[in-house]
């Protein structure tokens, strides 16, 4: 599977803002295929552990807190270069920076409510990948 998966979060406020359908259309129009989807809450546990790298920056309080703030659409997305090309799609974390046309730009409030997550490596795809999904929600 390594190398052409990756793991994507549409975070709570791109979901209040009306964004999932157009964030998911953008994907699909990206070339990714859609292999595993879900819409679910976060608990505070599983925000903690999902984002345990940051727990001693100072936004990790604040990233939990908006985490769980509502429902998040998670996804698993297939595609040759799968990593690379999904980040590219979600463009710079500042929004205000982000290339026109990516996910950021588009539906991004600021760094934090940067409307979708993306995993960084092929390593981290899979970890991700099973935080949230067990083998048979996955149709690859």
Excluded at 16 to 40: P, V
Excluded at 49 to 63: A, M, Q, S, T, V
Excluded at 125 to 136: R, V
């Amino acid at each position: 599977m390594s190398g052409n998966i990756t793991f994507t979060m549409i975070k709570p406020m791109a979901m209040r803002n009306g964004a999932g359908g157009a964030i998911l259309k953008m994907i699909q129009d990206g070339g990714f295929e859609i292999i595993a989807l879900k819409m679910k809450q976060m608990s505070k546990s599983d925000a903690e552990e999902f984002y345990g790298i940051h727990k001693d920056k100072p936004f990790y309080e604040n990233l939990v807190e908006f985490m769980t703030s509502g429902p998040i659409i998670a996804a698993v997305l297939k595609k040759d270069n799968a990593v690379e090309d999904y980040r590219k799609l979600l463009g710079s974390t500042n929004p205000e920076t982000a290339e026109e046309g990516t996910i950021r730009r588009a539906f991004a409030t600021n760094m934090t409510m940067n409307a979708a997550h993306g995993s960084d490596s092929d390593e981290n795809a899979i970890i991700e990948t099973k935080f949230h999904f067990k083998d048979d929600e996955i149709f690859n």
